[in-house]
């Protein structure tokens, strides 16, 4: 049996619903099991004995087409790309009393992340940004997520690659998850 999790992009935002209850019940209807879903922005971790990811988010990508009539693009991690992307996430917070925001913006690969980087404006003083693989990680203090150049610039990259960005919090939460499946 392999895990996975399956991160949706784009649902529940801009009139594209999709109740998690009905995500897991159609995922297992396409085969995978276990499934669970986790909070209310497309995030699931499946079991499946398919062994390639690629064919995992064909599979998934599929059934979602199918069911809403539309497509909605998926990117899929396996947990050692998971645990690896928490290993090394480069950034801390300062001790300086600022509250910040770590994020990971996922890419379908290193090449789309080095592209969507390369092409980025310099970050504000305040933001630290790097690519780590097929990923990019980008710090910003707290109430700044959607002001600065940097992440409009992440926003418009959504609308010519598959990309999709989680709070690193959330991340922890799904990988937890994938662990708690493959015991």
């Known amino acids: 049996m392999n895990f996975y999790a399956v991160f949706l992009r784009g649902v529940n935002v801009g009139g594209v619903k999709v109740l998690m209850k009905d995500l897991a019940s159609l995922l297992q209807e396409s085969g995978f099991a276990p499934v669970k879903t986790l909070l209310a922005s497309g995030n699931v971790v499946v079991g499946t004995a398919e062994a390639r990811p690629s064919r995992v988010k064909d599979a998934v990508?599929?059934?979602?087409?199918?069911?809403?009539?539309?497509?909605?693009?998926?990117?899929?991690?396996?947990?050692?790309?998971?645990?690896?992307?928490?290993?090394?996430?480069?950034?801390?917070?300062?001790?300086?009393?600022?509250?910040?925001?770590r994020y990971l913006v996922l890419t379908p690969g290193e090449k789309e992340a080095a592209a969507i980087l390369g092409s980025a404006p310099d970050p504000a003083d305040s933001e630290r940004v790097a690519q780590l693989g097929a990923c990019i990680c980008w710090e910003v203090p707290r109430g700044d997520s959607l002001g600065t150049p940097l992440a409009r610039h992440f926003a418009k990259a959504a609308f010519s690659t598959l990309v999709t960005t989680r709070?690193?919090?959330?991340?922890?939460?799904?990988?937890?998850?994938?662990?708690?499946?493959?015991?």
């Open 167 to 183: 709070n690193m919090n959330t991340i922890d939460k799904v990988l937890v998850a994938l662990r708690s499946l493959a015991r």
């Open 61 to 101: 990508e599929r059934a979602l087409r199918e069911r809403y009539g539309r497509d909605i693009g998926v990117i899929v991690r396996d947990g050692d790309q998971l645990e690896s992307i928490t290993a090394h996430y480069p950034f801390t917070s300062p001790d300086n009393g600022v509250q910040r925001h």
